[in-house]
C-alpha cells in the first residue's frame, strides 16, 4: 500500500500571535513551529500501523520553504520512509492541494491521509480540494480506522455523534483525535531519517482566488468580574441585563 | 444571476445552522442586488420555513439520500449552475466541511470556509489561529464558496414562507456505504448551541454530573467537558471541546471546574461571555472569563441552578 500523508508546519499551540507588515504578515519572531497535531498524531501515525502491519511505504507531503525540512525530517524520524517538499509558498488551500493532488496522482496512491485541519489557518479545506481533483471519495473527521483487503471501516466524528463508512481505496481521508497514539521519534528513528529520501520538487503556478489581505487580534477580554459565591442571583441579573444572553 | 445557499436537513428538519445560512445568503443577496435561491436534498418537506429568512425561491431533489461529500457537491454544483449563482453558502459543519472544497473546485471559484460575518464588498472574514486573530480574505474571480461558521448571525425570520419546487438533477453513484450512525437525538448539537454548560476533572468522577446536567437543563444548554474527562471516558467523545475536541462559539459558555488550559481555551474563545467556576483563584481559565465564582462547584452550581429557575420562573 501506499500511503500519501500531507503535513503541515503550524506555530506551536502556546505561541503569540502578532503580525507585522501593517498587520498583513503572520509576525514570526520568537515563534517555534510544530508539524500540526493532527497531521502528525493522527494522520501520520495510523498511516505507519497500516504499513507496519500490511506492508507498504508511507511518504510525508509538505508544500513550503526549505525552513520547513525540519519538520519533514520529523515525519521521516516517527517513521515516513521517504518525504517529497513542493517548493512553494503555501499561500491558498488550493494552491497546496494541486501540488498535492499532482504527485499523488502520477504515484500510485491508495490513501492520503491529511489532519482534520490546521491548527493555524483552521480551513479543513486541502483534504476535500484534493479528493475532488483526484475524483475519489472523501471521509472526513475520521476517529477510527480498519482496512481489510480493498476495503476499509471508518468511523467518523459527525455533529453529536459518529458515523461508520465503508469506502474501497483508494480515497482521501482526513484524521481527527482517536485515529492513532501519538509517537515520539526515538534516537534511532532520528539517525535513520538523515539518511531518507527527501525530494524537492517545483511547483505548478495556482491562480489562488481566495488569499489573505489582513489580520486584525480581538480585543482582550475587559478585567474578569468576580461574583460572591453565595449571590448566584446576582449572577443570573448580570447575564440577563449585563451580557443579555439569558 | 442568484446567491445558491445550500440548507442541511437534518433527518428532514432544518436546524438553527440551515436558518443562519438562508439567512447570511439572503443578506449578501440583498447586498450585490441579485435572488436568494435554497436549495436542499430530500422531499422538500419542512423547507417552506426557509422562505421566511429571505430566500426567494426553495429548491428540492430527491434523487439520493446519500451524504457522501462526492454526491452532495455534484448536486450542489448542478444547482448552481442552473441558479447561474455567482455565490454559494453553506453551513461550516461536518458535511459542509467535507463538501466546500469540492464545489468550489468544480465551480473554479473562490473558497472561505468559517466566515464569520458577511463579506464587504470583495472580502469576507474569519476567525483564524484557533481564535486568537481574524484574517480578511481577499476573493478574486467571479464565483465564491463560502461556508458560514455557526452562530455568526442572529437569523430573523421576518419574511413569508415560500413554496419548494422540485428541480431535476442527476446524482452520481456513491462509493461510500454508511453502515450505522449514533447520534444522541433532541440535544442542540455543540457548534450551534447558544448556551453551553461544560465541566471538567473538578467534577471528581462521572456519578456527579447531575448538577451539570441540572444546570443545562434548566437554560436549555448543550453539555460539554475537557479533554481529560473525555479521555478518561467520564463523557463521550462528542462532548469534548478544545482544541482536539469541537471548536463552539455559543453566546453563554459556563465552565465549572475546568483550569483553562490553552488548549481549551482555542475551542471555547470565541464565546460571547464566559463565566468561570473554579476553587482554586489560580486558574488560567478567570483571565478569559467575563464572570468569575471563586468556590466549591459542587457548592456553586446547584445555587446557579436555583437561581435561574427562580429568575425563569418570574
Known sequence: MNLLVCISKTPETTAKIAFTDGDSKFNEEGVQYIMNPYDEWYALVRAIELKEKHGGKVIAINVGPASNDIVIRKALAIGADEAIRVNGEAVSSMFVAKQIANYAKSNDIDIVFCGKETIDYNGSEVASIVAELMDLPFISYASKMMVEGSTATIERDIEGGVEVVKVDKPFVISAAKGLAEQRIPNMKGIMMAKRKPLTVVEPEAVDSKSTIGSYTVPQGKQEVKMIDPENMEELVRLLHEEAKVI | ?314
Open chain 2, 1 to 314: 444571476m442568484s446567491v445558491l445557499i445550500f440548507a442541511e436537513a437534518k433527518k428532514g428538519e432544518y436546524k438553527k445552522n440551515a436558518q443562519e445560512a438562508v439567512y447570511y445568503g439572503a443578506k449578501l443577496a440583498s447586498q450585490v442586488g441579485t435572488e436568494a435561491i435554497v436549495f436542499t436534498i430530500g422531499d422538500g418537506s419542512n423547507a417552506n420555513e426557509l422562505g421566511s429568512f429571505g430566500a426567494s425561491k426553495i429548491w428540492f431533489n430527491n434523487n439520493s439520500a446519500s451524504t457522501d461529500s462526492q454526491v452532495v457537491s455534484a448536486l450542489i454544483a448542478q444547482a448552481a449552475s442552473k441558479a447561474e449563482a455567482t455565490h454559494v453558502i453553506l453551513s461550516n459543519t461536518a458535511l459542509g466541511k467535507s463538501i466546500a472544497g469540492r464545489i468550489a473546485v468544480k465551480m473554479d471559484a473562490s473558497l472561505v470556509s468559517g466566515a464569520n460575518a458577511l463579506p464587504e464588498g470583495s472580502s469576507v472574514t474569519k476567525g483564524v489561529f484557533s481564535g486568537k486573530a481574524v484574517a480578511k480574505y481577499n476573493l478574486s474571480g467571479d464565483k465564491h464558496v463560502i461556508s458560514v461558521m455557526g452562530n455568526s448571525l442572529q437569523p430573523e425570520a421576518t419574511g413569508a414562507a415560500g413554496i419548494p419546487e422540485e428541480i431535476s438533477l442527476d446524482a452520481p453513484a456513491s462509493r461510500v456505504t454508511v453502515v450505522e450512525s449514533k447520534t444522541v437525538d433532541g440535544v442542540v448539537p455543540l457548534p450551534e448551541a447558544e448556551l453551553v454548560v461544560s465541566a471538567g476533572r473538578g467534577m471528581k468522577g462521572p456519578e456527579n454530573w447531575g448538577i451539570i446536567e441540572d444546570l443545562a437543563k434548566v437554560l436549555g444548554a448543550t453539555t460539554a467537558c475537557s479533554r481529560p474527562v473525555a479521555d478518561t471516558g467520564w463523557r463521550p467523545h462528542h462532548e469534548h471541546v478544545g482544541q482536539t475536541g469541537v471548536a463552539i462559539r455559543p453566546n453563554l459558555y459556563i465552565a465549572a471546574g475546568i483550569s483553562g488550559a490553552i488548549q481549551h481555551l482555542a475551542g471555547v474563545n470565541s464565546s460571547k461571555t464566559i463565566v468561570v467556576i473554579n476553587k482554586d483563584p489560580e486558574a488560567p481559565f478567570f483571565k478569559a472569563a467575563d464572570y468569575g465564582v471563586l468556590g466549591d462547584l459542587f457548592d456553586i452550581v446547584p445555587k446557579l441552578t436555583a437561581a435561574l429557575e427562580k429568575f425563569k420562573a418570574q
